[in-house]
């Protein structure tokens, strides 16, 4: 069975920064691509940024310039570095894999709630 497992998340005041943790097997680590989404109550879950197994990373415009992604190869994991927190990026953050080659097939983990308020 496959898991990810997030930590990292809780309080931050505006302003302030976070960093979520998503750890997976090494199977699953070494040929997906690794990324976070978020969801508040009443809203679709919406992409906040990725990372191939070759280190290319992108991300939504909300984040640009504020959200970093990286891997980290020792641990299997990945981590989303979060600068500048806004109010409005109050969230339940999921981790998820994906990879289309050979087959599609997709991974969520449980989610962290990430809550940035004065």
């Known amino acids: 069975q496959v898991q990810l497992v997030e930590s990292g998340g809780g309080w931050a005041q505006p302003g302030g920064s976070l960093r979520l943790s998503c750890a997976t097997s090494e199977i699953i680590f070494r040929f997906f691509t690794m990324g976070w989404y978020r969801q508040v109550p009443g809203k679709e879950r919406e992409y906040v940024a990725s990372i191939t197994i070759n280190n290319y990373t992108d991300f939504a415009s909300s984040v640009v310039g504020r959200f970093a992604i990286s891997r980290d190869n020792a641990k299997n994991a990945v981590h989303l570095q979060m600068n500048n927190l806004k109010i409005e990026d109050t969230a339940v953050y999921y981790c998820?894999?994906?990879?289309?080659?050979?087959?599609?097939?997709?991974?969520w983990g449980q989610g962290t709630q990430v809550t940035v308020s004065s």
């Open positions: 998820k894999a994906l990879r289309r080659l050979p087959t599609s097939q997709s991974f």
